[in-house]
């Protein structure tokens, strides 16, 4: 029953960073790719680099954990 729990657990994470990879690509095609989704604030290229996955700028991110 573990084994079955962590293989469930490995395909919901893989789900997830797939859907988050389209979402990536498809605004790379919006032209949107590079600014937080909250306010269009430029993200940062070292965040990018860091998890080019995301959405939202470094401020709105530090907000977002202090809740």
Not at 36 to 41: D, I, L, P, V
Request: net charge positive; glycine share 10%.
């Amino acid at each position: 029953a573990c084994r079955l729990g962590n293989e469930m657990a490995v395909a919901k994470t893989a789900g997830d960073l797939l859907v988050s990879t389209e979402h990536a690509v498809a605004r790379i095609d919006a032209g949107t790719y590079g600014r937080g989704e909250n306010w269009g604030n430029p993200i940062g290229k070292l965040r990018l680099q860091a998890n080019p996955r995301a959405t939202i700028c470094v401020t709105c991110k530090q907000r977002e954990e202090r809740r």
